[in-house]
């Protein structure tokens, strides 16, 4: 799907009222596409709207929590009284955990699984079918993570979730390619989003200064997400099928396939120096 261009097209970006969601968004309306947004924050998805509205976009803006499925068969519902489909889909929503499996409880197992994976899965499928049945082509985004590459200690529910988005995307990059429907899971890495602050962390990792440290390391890495969102439209130009986005994603997307046993050798090495210093600041 050409991007470089987007005017006479329709995007949908949930989880657009902030992050990552905001800047694609925002990004898409530069290029002059139209934009369907929706996030639980009403007051960044009000933000998100009158700046989409400033540039002369026209936009849809509706609260909607991506993991009630008859909340977002609604919205869909209601987009497509509208218009025929939408042209890019951007499934971007998310939230994160930060802890073991073993400090993990099912609740918080019900609520990132909800939103991570069944929001996804809920906006692939209720928006693609649409798209399949216009018969114009068009191009689905779901929002990963470097996480989703490769597992770690420290975000088990997270990395699960992540790992079954990319495998979900490259089930769907096979299906629809021969609908014209391109797909493309994005990887982004450390970058400095809201996400962060708003995690839920377990065990150790809720401690204080366990939580200052993890804020301070992506303050300093400082990736923001409208060059994420830049990255995402440069992987749908060119039809990527999985698209890591910062150095470090990189360096891990291509250590699992060459070096698997090294990089789990540094992730559990960093595993047991963050204890060490933790347990020496505590």
């Known amino acids: 799907m050409d991007v470089r261009d987007l005017s006479g097209k329709w995007v949908l970006v949930t989880g657009a009222g902030s992050g990552i969601g905001r800047e694609t968004a925002l990004e898409c309306g530069r290029r002059g596409a139209a934009l369907v947004i929706c996030d639980v924050n009403e007051e960044g998805l009000k933000n998100a709207e009158g700046d989409l509205r400033a540039m002369g976009r026209e936009v849809v ?13 609604a919205f869909a519902a ?9 042209d890019l889909l951007v499934n971007n929503a998310g939230v994160a955990i930060g802890g073991g499996f073993q400090f993990t409880s099912l609740e918080d197992w019900d609520w990132i699984v909800g939103i991570n994976l069944m929001g996804v899965v809920h906006g692939c499928h209720f928006i693609i079918p649409p798209m399949v049945k216009r018969g114009k082509g068009g191009h689905v985004v779901n929002v990963a993570s470097a996480a989703g590459l490769a597992g770690t200690e420290a975000l088990s529910a997270y990395c699960t979730t992540k790992f079954a988005v990319v495998g979900l995307s490259e089930s769907l990059r096979d299906e629809l390619h ?3 429907i391109g797909v493309t899971a994005i990887c982004p890495g450390l970058i400095n989003t809201p ?3 708003a995690a839920r962390m377990k065990g150790d990792h809720a401690r204080p200064e366990a939580i200052q440290r993890m804020l301070q390391t992506y303050e300093r890495r400082n990736y923001t997400p409208d060059r994420v969102a830049q990255n995402i439209l440069k ?12 150095a470090e994603a990189w360096l891990i997307y291509y250590a699992k396939r060459w070096a698997p046993g090294l990089l789990a050798w540094v992730g559990r090495t960093m595993g047991e120096r963050w204890r060490r210093n933790l347990d020496g600041a505590g």
């Open 178 to 180: 021969r609908q014209g």
């Open 195 to 197: 996400i962060t602050s």
């Open 235 to 246: 992987a749908v130009q060119r039809n990527r099928a999985v698209a890591p986005v910062a």
């Open 78 to 86: 209601e987009v497509h009284g509208r218009i025929e489909a939408v």
């Open 61 to 73: 803006a509706r609260r909607v929590d991506v993991a009630d499925r008859e909340a977002m068969r």
